[in-house]
């Protein structure tokens, strides 16, 4: 991670080929474009390397978490179980079709913790949707005889996490829908964009005319296609899905490398008194987008965390402390800081955050440092960040 480190001549060669048409729209204009239909190659080539029957590429992962609700049905008041640790755009994706967004502790996965899920399910309960932060992934075997046994939707975010597999199956196509994102600081990227893949056909179908205003795309005249229902725009432009299906076409050489840098990383840590890593669950391939490891304390991970970026090591997250991706600093949701009036069933519906006691998951993400693996990097240059590390985190 990130794509972009490695732009090359597939990139830009792609991006020619839009650029020679002039069609830079995934719909219509069918005689300029001359048979080039980027976005929906895009489709035709996740649903391939997903293994998955459906595809639906859109503007953003954002879009995609939202595109894959509502094309289930999930609308006002339905309640969505995500982790306390994600980006904001689980909950956002969440709200912005007026359903509540229920957090739930991790564990030592980092990831959600299945007993917590089973813990909040109520009548309102529609989906559960697994956040596979940093590379790796929710014990997915066990939320899906959850949602088995509570009828519920199991909904993957694999924003982070794209090339990892489990039991064998990519993420993402293990449960009803997969969320991918294409933004410009993940594995594969096209500047902005996302994908939802499902081998459900009506959900497929729902999202292909959600995300382009509620059009039926039947016909070849745009103006007289019929809207069955409301709909919004979250198209990806024909520019954007050319970077997308050269970097797609690289993802296996991009996760080699990945694979290579983390194996260097945690070799070197796994020496080091104090330090033990995030558990995969059984069955998981980690993308190795991130290494992630725990020191014994939270003090001790603040210290190290602290004296990794005084010492030049670039690109170490600690979580805990972040305004974008822990429960602790989401006061605009958990104050109900909004522009407008939010839905009541929103208001009603969110958790009482000043009661909520989320202790478990504290412990476990207040001790994890969290670093980023580069695709530019040489080996030499990853040995020399592996043994600056271990010194640091030795030396705190
Ligand atoms: C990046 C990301 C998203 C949102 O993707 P955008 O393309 O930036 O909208 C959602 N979930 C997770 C876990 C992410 O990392």
Not at 21 to 27: I, K
Not at 102 to 109: A, G
Not at 116 to 135: L, S, Y
Not at 215 to 222: A, P, T
């Amino acid at each position: 991670m990130p794509g972009f480190e490695l732009f090359g001549d597939k990139e830009r060669a792609q991006v020619q080929e839009v650029m020679d048409t002039g069609v830079l729209m995934r719909y219509g204009f069918d005689g300029m474009r001359g048979g080039q239909w980027k976005a929906l190659e895009l489709e035709k080539a996740l649903e391939s390397k997903m293994q998955v029957k459906h595809a639906q590429v859109v503007s953003s992962g954002t879009a995609a978490l939202t595109v894959a609700l509502v094309s289930a049905g999930i609308g006002a008041g339905d309640e969505v179980i995500m982790p306390t640790f994600t980006f904001v755009a689980s909950f956002e994706s969440v709200l912005a079709l007026g359903a509540v967004p229920i957090l739930v502790d991790v564990d030592d996965t980092l990831t959600l913790n299945p007993k917590a899920v089973e813990n909040a399910i109520t009548q309102r309960t529609k989906v559960v949707m697994p956040v596979h932060m940093c590379g790796s992934m929710a014990d997915l075997k066990a939320l899906k005889s959850i949602c088995e046994k509570y009828n519920l939707l199991l909904l993957e975010d694999a924003c982070q996490a794209i090339g990892g597999t489990f039991e064998g199956k990519p993420l993402g196509s293990y449960g009803d829908l997969g969320c991918f994102s294409f933004d410009y600081v993940k594995t594969i990227t096209c500047g902005e964009g996302g994908a939802v893949i499902t081998n459900h056909e009506e959900y497929k179908l729902n999202a292909d005319h959600y995300s382009d205003h509620g059009h039926d795309h039947i016909g070849k005249d745009r103006g007289a296609e019929g809207h069955p229902f409301l709909g919004y725009n979250f198209r990806i432009s024909e520019l954007h899905a050319a970077v997308g299906l050269a970097q797609l076409e690289r993802l296996d050489e991009f996760l080699a490398i990945q694979k290579r840098n983390y194996s260097i990383l945690r070799e070197a840590l796994e020496g080091v008194d104090g330090v033990t890593f995030r558990r995969v669950p059984k069955g998981g391939e980690e993308n190795c987008a991130f290494l992630n490891f725990f020191l014994p304390d939270e003090l001790s991970a603040k210290k190290a965390h602290k004296a990794l970026g005084e010492n030049g090591v670039d690109g170490c997250f600690y979580w805990y402390d972040n305004n974008w991706h822990y429960y602790r600093k989401w006061e605009h949701l958990t104050d109900r800081k909004s522009l407008g009036n939010l839905p009541k069933e929103v208001l009603n519906g969110l958790q009482d955050f000043s009661k909520i006691d989320f202790s478990k998951s504290d412990h476990w993400v207040g001790r994890n440092i969290s670093c980023l693996i580069k695709l530019g990097w040489s080996e030499i240059e990853v040995r020399e960040r592996a043994r600056k590390i271990v010194n640091v985190i030795e030396s705190c």
